[in-house]
Each structure stands twice: as C-alpha cells, then as structure tokens.
C-alpha cells in the first residue's frame, strides 16, 4: 500500500470517491480506526469505538491525545480531499480545547477550512459523540499545504 | 516555593505513580510509550517510533497525533508529580508547534515541567526532541483542571491485582 505515492492515491480516490482508501493509505489512521463519510460535498469523519483509543479507565473515556489525533487527521484529509495538493499537508500548528470527557463511544468530527492561502491553510475542527452542538472538543490548526503543479 | 508545586512525593514516589498511571492507558500502552523520569513537576516519556504512528507513508515521518498523545500524557504525569497524592486534572487545553518534521526510526522524546499549580488551574510547557540528534520537534503549552478527581484508590487497586496475579 505504501508503495502508492500520497498524490497517486488521491487521483484514484477521487476518481472512485471512495475517501476511506485515502485514510486507509496512512498507518495512523489505520490505528485509531477513523472513517470517512461523504455526504453530498460535505465531509463527515468518524472514530468508531476502540479499546485500543482509552485513556482514563475509570469512566471509560478516550484518550485526550487520540481526541486531538482524530481531529488533526480529520483535518489533513479534509486538505486533501478538497484542495487537492500535491503532497500530504504538513501541521504548523494545532490549538485543542477539550470541553467534556470523551466517553467510550462513537464520536465524529467536522471540518471548517476558514482560509486557503497560496502556502497556509486555516482549519477549525468539531468533534462531539452525542449531539452536534455539544462538542467534546473544538480545535484549530494551521497547515503547510504545497499545490498541486 | 518558587514554582507552587505542593508535592509530597519523592522522586521514587513520582516515577513510581507515574508509571502507575500510563500503564493503565490503553492507547499509550498500544504504543508503547513508557515513563523514563519524573518528579517535583517534571516528568519525561518516550514514544518508540514504531509503524503504528506513520502519518506519511511516502516518508515515513509520524504523524501529530501521536505527538499529540506523547504530549497530552507527559504534560498530565508533569502534574501527577506536582501535586500532593494522586490527584487527576483533566486537560483545558493543548496548543502545539510543529516546528520541523520528526526524521523517521527516531524515537520521541516528551520533557513537560509544571511553570506554575495554582488552586484551579496547573500550567505546564511541554518539548518534543527526537533520539539521536536531540533536535526539537514540537513545542506544547497546556493547561490542566484541579476538579479534586484523586486516583489513590485506582492505584491502590491496581497495586492489589498485580500482587495477587504474581
């Protein structure tokens, strides 16, 4: 799989539409397990329960770090999928606020991409469990973004 | 003093709570991140480099999230040792540079000191360098909740079931 260059894999996946090849393609990804889902433009990402993801045992809740992984990756595929760069996006950045304990069930993520300049993009990222408007965690990152030739 | 850390732990006792409470997270033990130091506000981790966190396949480099994790985790062992007992602050916030790409089959390194633990609220500055060279990765600031949450009896438990299983 890693044979297959990153802007390769891109070109087949939109060719197809079908976004989980894209996250598939990155290890990290593969290891907190997140999906992708598109539903008419719009991306929706989303991190299935995993006994591997747990931080506090106690409550059970996701770890915070997993939290803010699934939110960055959201982030980087959401570069990919819509601006269609010539590489992976690298982060400058990344600014995580946690407002409620992640607990030990599904949660989702969505992206805002507030700016696109020639070099920097601006992404805000949602992430809840239960309801849209009582996110778990809000974050906003920066990203390196090379375009495509 | 100086920085308002109120621990009464040793050095020992830190490490030893430390390594306590990571060993009990599932993702970090997924990982493989271990405990290396820790004590009166400071603690270090490393994170082996390992294909799990690839986040470029075409490279190689790791992905921030594992970053991520590394930081969050070793910033929360800085103020288990800053505190008295085995208190447990939930994270406010976690804001990371990444200031160069981590070379891959390099190990990370997390250093994370408390800069001050007021009776809310404990601050914390976090650094990522890579094995080998030393050379900074990633920088964090976060900020931890005192929501007076203490682990003793986790430990304590946790204790009991690896003595009765050995």
Same mark, same amino acid.
């Given at each position: 799989?890693?044979?297959?260059?990153?802007?390769?894999?891109?070109?087949?996946?939109?060719?197809?539409?079908? =976004?989980?090849?894209?996250? *598939?393609?990155?290890?990290?990804?593969?290891?907190?397990? @997140?999906?992708?889902?598109?539903?008419?433009?719009?991306?929706?990402?989303?991190?299935?329960?995993?006994?591997?993801?747990?931080?506090?045992?106690?409550?059970?809740?996701?770890?915070?770090?997993?939290?803010?992984?699934?939110?960055?990756?959201?982030?980087?595929?959401?570069?990919?999928?819509?601006?269609?760069?010539?590489?992976?996006?690298?982060?400058?950045?990344?600014?995580?606020?946690?407002?409620?304990?992640?607990?030990?069930?599904?949660? =989702?993520?969505?992206? /805002?991409?507030?700016?696109?300049?020639?070099?920097?993009?601006?992404?805000?990222?949602?992430?809840? /469990?239960?309801?849209?408007?009582?996110?778990?965690?809000?974050?906003?990152?920066?990203?390196?973004?090379?375009?495509?030739? | 003093?100086?920085?308002?850390?109120?621990?009464?732990?040793?050095?020992?006792?830190?490490?030893?709570? %430390?390594?306590?409470?990571?060993?009990?997270?599932?993702?970090?033990?997924?990982?493989?991140?271990?405990?290396?130091?820790?004590?009166?506000?400071?603690?270090?981790?490393?994170?082996?480099?390992?294909?799990? @966190?690839?986040?470029?396949? *075409?490279?190689?480099?790791?992905?921030?999230?594992?970053?991520?994790?590394?930081?969050?985790?070793?910033?929360?062992?800085?103020?288990?040792?800053?505190?008295?007992?085995?208190?447990? %602050?939930?994270?406010?916030?976690?804001?990371?540079?990444?200031?160069? +790409?981590?070379?891959?089959?390099?190990?990370?390194?997390? *250093?994370?000191?408390?800069?001050?633990?007021?009776?809310?609220?404990?601050?914390?500055?976090?650094?990522?360098?890579?094995?080998?060279?030393?050379?900074?990765?990633?920088?964090?600031?976060?900020?931890?909740?005192?929501?007076?949450?203490?682990?003793?009896?986790?430990?304590?438990?946790?204790?009991?079931?690896?003595? +009765?299983?050995?």
């Amino acid at each position: 799989m890693s044979n297959i260059n990153i802007a390769e894999q891109l070109r087949l996946v939109k060719q197809h539409r079908d =976004y989980q090849q894209l996250a *598939d393609a990155i290890p990290y990804a593969r290891t907190i397990g @997140i999906k992708v889902q598109s539903i008419g433009d719009e991306l929706l990402f989303v991190l299935p329960r995993n006994p591997d993801n747990i931080g506090n045992p106690m409550l059970p809740a996701i770890h915070g770090g997993v939290i803010g992984g699934f939110m960055e990756l959201a982030a980087a595929l959401q570069l990919l999928i819509k601006t269609e760069p010539a590489s992976m996006p690298k982060v400058v950045d990344f600014s995580l606020d946690y407002l409620r304990a992640g607990r030990d069930r599904e949660t =989702y993520a969505e992206c /805002q991409l507030w700016r696109q300049g020639s070099r920097i993009a601006n992404v805000a990222i949602t992430a809840w /469990q239960t309801e849209r408007s009582n996110p778990i965690a809000t974050a906003r990152a920066h990203f390196l973004v090379k375009p495509a030739e | 003093m100086g920085n308002n850390k109120e621990t009464d732990k040793t050095a020992e006792e830190s490490l030893w709570a %430390c390594r306590q409470f990571v060993g009990v997270l599932a993702h970090c033990n997924k990982l493989g991140m271990t405990v290396e130091a820790a004590g009166d506000g400071y603690a270090q981790l490393k994170l082996p480099y390992s294909e799990a @966190i690839v986040g470029n396949p *075409d490279t190689g480099v790791v992905h921030g999230g594992s970053l991520t994790t590394l930081l969050d985790t070793s910033c929360g062992c800085a103020v288990f040792s800053a505190l008295p007992g085995y208190e447990l %602050c939930p994270t406010l916030d976690l804001r990371t540079d990444y200031m160069r +790409a981590a070379q891959p089959h390099h190990d990370l390194i997390c *250093d994370a000191r408390v800069i001050r633990a007021s009776d809310n609220v404990v601050f914390v500055e976090g650094r990522v360098i890579q094995s080998g060279d030393g050379e900074l990765v990633a920088k964090a600031t976060a900020s931890f909740m005192r929501i007076g949450v203490h682990l003793d009896k986790l430990i304590a438990q946790t204790v009991k079931a690896r003595e +009765a299983s050995s």
